[in-house]
């Protein structure tokens, strides 16, 4: 199970409503994968027609799938957890932890989501993609765009952190 010790500060969320624009956009831009990859594989081998900008959109639209998705997985606590040292510190200390860490991980997707900025408005995002010959701003916005969600979903979790910590202890 790699709930680990977050199991006991979550218990099942639903989103609110900034949290539901990026599953609704989520979902919205695997739907159109989806269907632009079908209907590129039909167009492709039983018309023998091909658009070459095709594959570029799905790899782009892929690109916000998995940004859009790391708050979601976030939300739901499904992201990669070690536990061989927190197993180790005693239950007053673990039951603090996610404070801490949920802080950490915060900081650090700040600083990501600047860099992130900074490549979408900067050199990097007025040249020109080959395919489709639109700015890669666009695709390269998917990184700030999923770390605000991101900082969205850490906020409320260490809103609920302390409150979890004092009803399990």
């Given amino acids: 199970d790699c709930r680990g010790w977050e199991r006991m500060e979550q218990e099942e ?4 409503a900034i949290s539901s624009v990026s599953d609704v956009a989520a979902m919205i831009c695997f739907s159109a994968m989806t269907i ?6 039909i167009l492709r ?10 594959d570029e959109l799905t790899r782009y639209i892929f690109i916000y799938i998995v940004f859009l998705g790391i708050p979601i997985a976030y939300r739901h606590g499904d992201h990669v957890v070690i536990e061989i040292v927190t ?11 996610p404070i801490p860490t949920h802080a950490i991980v915060g900081l650090m997707m700040l600083i990501l ?4 900025l900074w490549l979408t408005f900067g050199r990097m995002g007025r040249a020109l993609t080959p395919g489709l010959q639109i700015p890669r701003a666009y695709m390269h916005a998917a990184l700030p765009i999923g770390v605000f969600f991101l900082l969205i979903e850490i906020a409320i979790k260490l809103r609920q952190s302390p409150r979890a ?3 399990n202890g």
């Fill in 13 to 16: 969320q639903k989103p609110g």
């Fill in 36 to 41: 632009l990859v079908f209907l590129s594989v």
């Fill in 45 to 54: 081998y039983c018309f023998a027609i091909s658009f070459r900008w095709s």
């Fill in 87 to 97: 197993r180790l510190l005693p239950e007053r200390i673990r039951r603090w932890l």
């Fill in 113 to 116: 989501g600047v860099a992130g």
């Fill in 165 to 167: 910590a004092r009803e």
